[in-house]
């Protein structure tokens, strides 16, 4: 006895460090403190023990592995001692046979209450990082659903990023949400659950459910098996084990409810893991909240610029079929016949006109709202829109021909660039009242080569800024190359009118 303690401390102490781990690995830690008590002692077999295999942690650890189940009955020395993490019972571990040593001393349950201090201290660890980690990924988890929302163009999209991202983060089986019901009951009309999706979309939680009654009132359901609990009514329910119902709730409004089950069998939700999830419930809610907030705002500026076309349309289009039903009646009046055919030609000018406006009128309706525009005859309306603040009007627009498909990208960019020149000079002249854009593609150019034509006419006075009004002044001829524009202005008594052209 007087030479051992010595040694036997020697190894305590490595059996200890060794234990303690740098890596954090729960597993690997154990099997050290475990063939450490089996190695000091002398023992046949250690093992550890997990009172709730449930919890964290592996349920029974052996060291070494015995190849054979101990008799029962077989007298064998035996030491156990509890593995305390905290306050709390984790497990015990366990000696058992010591061949030609008889019994444990008080010295073995000495060392063995070492080994089980250290393994208790090394399980607490474990937790500690593995609850820091989850709570990591639920931080990470809730902050990329968020963006993801406030991104997010379809409302239906938006529930179904909030499912999958929660059935990813609490390793469930799906990830459902739920809204009310105009019965008072509950509706799935969103789900994420890969291994059985069938049938989830359009089930129901009855009215008067006892889980109604919580969710409705904001407060979460934990079931600890939704096949068997009485309180759940939907068909799918026989699929799933345990599960968390969080309800989708921001200032006081309750949207609807976040569902995490798992498959039957499988592991309990812990109180970490619930607490995580009704957090994220909270942080998905308010997003959803905010999103939609967007999606509104969204809508009313598209209300608001419907509203202005609408305006523009009276103006432009009303006063000029007003004008033209007056011109039409003028002609009772009239005897000769050269009188009535020219009334009737400018009656069907203006008619012609009107025609093309309503159609513009048409496409900028159909305009996504917060895009900007990729065809030439968006671009045109967007830059005669700009226009249209600082003028005071609304330029009048027109289209000849197929623009969005004839006229190729540079040449689109160089007309549009000449637009703009264009409404700048107008805006620049004084007492502007009417202004007229065209773009042209349905008649050829004076060579007799096809190509586009930009006409963009003014009726105020003054030079404006130079650019492109005046003789020949903007000239954009690019020699030989096949792509080549001019830009001609003409300002008379009457108005300016300034002319681009580009073949095609």
Avoid at 426 to 440: G, I, P, Q
Wanted: glycine content about 10%; hydrophobic content about 40%; proline content about 6%.
């Amino acid at each position: 006895m007087t030479a051992q303690p010595a040694p036997r401390l020697t190894r305590l102490l490595e059996a200890v460090l060794a234990g303690a781990g740098t890596d954090l690995d729960l597993h690997g830690t154990l099997r050290h403190i475990v063939e450490g008590a089996a190695e000091l002692t002398g023992a046949d077999h250690a093992d550890l023990a997990v009172a709730d295999p449930a919890g964290d942690g592996p349920t029974e650890i052996r060291a070494p592995a015995p190849e054979a189940e101990e008799e029962p009955g077989a007298a064998s020395p035996r030491l156990r001692v509890p593995v305390l993490v905290g306050d709390e019972e984790f497990g015990e571990l366990r000696l058992t046979g010591r061949p030609g040593a008889g019994p444990f001393t008080a010295e073995d349950e000495q060392l063995l209450r070492v080994l089980a201090t250290q393994a208790g201290i090394s399980i607490g660890n474990a937790r500690l990082y593995e609850t820091a980690r989850q709570r990591e990924r639920w931080i990470e988890g809730a902050a990329a659903v968020t963006t993801a929302l406030l991104t997010e163009e379809n409302a239906d999209g938006a529930l179904t990023t909030v499912a999958e991202r929660a059935r990813l983060l609490a390793d469930a089986s799906a990830g459902v949400i739920l809204h009310p019901t105009a019965e008072g009951g509950m509706e799935i009309v969103s789900a994420s659950a890969p291994d059985d999706p069938d049938g989830m979309i359009g089930a129901t939680i009855a009215p008067g459910s006892p889980v109604l009654e919580q969710l409705l009132g904001g407060e979460p359901v934990f079931l600890t098996d939704s096949a068997t609990d009485p309180r759940m009514t939907t068909h799918v329910r026989h699929r799933f084990g345990p599960s968390m119902m969080l309800p989708l709730q921001a200032n006081g409004r309750l949207i609807g409810t976040l569902a995490l089950p798992r498959r039957r069998g499988a592991r309990q939700y812990t109180d970490l893991e619930r607490l995580l999830a009704t957090q994220f419930a909270s942080q998905a809610a308010l997003a959803l909240v905010l999103a939609d907030a967007r999606r509104g705002r969204e809508r009313l500026a598209v209300y608001e610029d419907r509203d202005r076309i609408a305006r523009d349309l009276h103006d432009l289009v009303v006063q000029r079929l007003f004008a033209t039903g007056m011109m039409l009646e003028s002609t009772e009046r009239r005897r000769g016949a050269e009188d009535v055919r020219d009334i009737l030609v400018r009656a069907v000018d203006a008619l012609r006109s009107t025609v093309q406006e309503v159609r513009t009128t048409i496409f900028a309706l159909q305009q996504p709202p917060a895009e900007p525009p990729t065809g030439l005859r968006g671009r045109v309306l967007r830059e005669t829109a700009s226009a249209a603040e600082r003028l005071g009007l609304a330029p009048s627009t027109h289209f000849r021909g197929a623009v969005d498909s004839r006229v190729p990208a540079p040449v689109a960019d160089r007309l549009v660039t000449a637009l703009r020149h264009a409404l700048a000079d107008a805006c620049a002249r004084k007492a502007v009242s009417r202004v007229e854009v065209t773009v042209d593609t349905a008649t050829a150019l004076a060579d007799g080569r096809a190509g586009v034509r930009l006409t963009v006419f003014d009726d105020g006075s003054g030079s404006g800024s130079g650019s492109g009004s005046g003789s020949g002044s903007g000239n954009d001829r690019a020699d030989g190359d096949g792509a080549d524009g001019d830009a001609d202005g003409d300002a008379g008594g009457e108005g300016t009118t300034v002319t681009w052209w580009s073949p095609l």
